[in-house]
């Protein structure tokens, strides 16, 4: 399962730098207070609205923040807080773990304001909500693949930014869950005999996630698999392509014992 340890502290510190110098100007235009009985859906003014709902983040009451954040955009959707607002209530949302409203609010912000500046951290946000929700590798990927997509975007849009740099890390960790599914659903289809299944499978790592850990298992399971159908040329082939690439790799040493067992001519025995 991937370790996602650092994420939160990672977002909450990029969150106030990025929201830092609009917050102060809109601080200014508020008075001084406390948060004092402050509940959603009753109407008040922007100012006192927001700074009830900011109140309530700094205090980890998150679901209420995150409702009262949503209620400066209904009540004053043509407000400078409103933007804030959207924001802000994505990542109450992403910090309370309801991800499906994080993402729903971080893409309903880029849907109205796209060329803002903290775009990038609303794709950001979507990012970290999808791969929070990876599963091991023995469960259904489609999250796993929405996380790689969304990693993607970040690092296609802001190539420059500090969010691509902690994406293209992210990146390499999801590619290799997905390979490690590869791996899991070939080695089953090898239990089970189906040899070409197998090869399938074991190939999409060798093709699709070759920098991933998961490689020489997948070359020295091509191996086995090319011998048990009667393929001995192309066992040799991955065993020779393991070897040369991971040459003090357990998995190779498994290869050359296997072809050896097989037929020592074709390693040289």
């Not at 009985?37 to 109140?55: F, I, N, W």
């Not at 999808?130 to 969304?150: C, F, G, H, P």
């Amino acid at each position: 399962m991937i370790t996602r340890s650092v994420s939160r502290p990672v977002l909450r510190k990029a969150l106030l730098a990025a929201l830092l110098s609009s917050a102060t100007l809109l601080s200014a235009c508020a008075s001084t207070g406390g948060a004092e009985g402050d509940t959603a859906y009753v109407a008040r003014d922007v100012e006192s609205l927001y700074r009830a709902a900011k109140s309530r983040l700094d205090r980890g009451d998150l679901k209420l923040a995150a409702g009262l954040f949503d209620e400066v955009e209904r009540q004053h959707p043509y407000s400078p807080w409103a933007r804030r607002a959207q924001l802000m209530s994505a990542f109450a949302y992403y910090a309370d773990r309801d991800y499906t409203k994080a993402i729903a609010s971080a893409q309903r912000f880029l849907s109205i304001h796209p060329g803002n500046r903290e775009a990038p951290y609303a794709y950001y946000l979507i990012a970290m909500s999808y791969y929070e929700q990876i599963s091991d590798v023995e469960r259904d990927q489609a999250i796993t693949r929405q996380a790689l997509a969304a990693l993607t975007e970040i690092t296609r849009r802001y190539p420059r930014s500090e969010y691509a740099a902690d994406a293209r890390l992210k990146i390499d960790l999801v590619n290799d869950h997905l390979a490690g599914k590869e791996m899991e659903i070939g080695r089953f289809y090898e239990r089970s005999g189906q040899w070409l299944a197998a090869q399938l499978r074991f190939r999409n790592v060798t093709e699709n996630y070759q920098t991933t850990s998961h490689t020489p298992e997948a070359l020295f399971r091509l191996t086995e698999s090319a011998l048990a159908l009667g393929i001995p040329e192309e066992a040799k082939r991955y065993a020779a392509v393991l070897g040369a690439n991971y040459p003090g790799n357990e998995w190779y040493e498994r290869a050359y014992d296997l072809m050896q067992e097989y037929e020592p001519a074709l390693v040289g025995g």
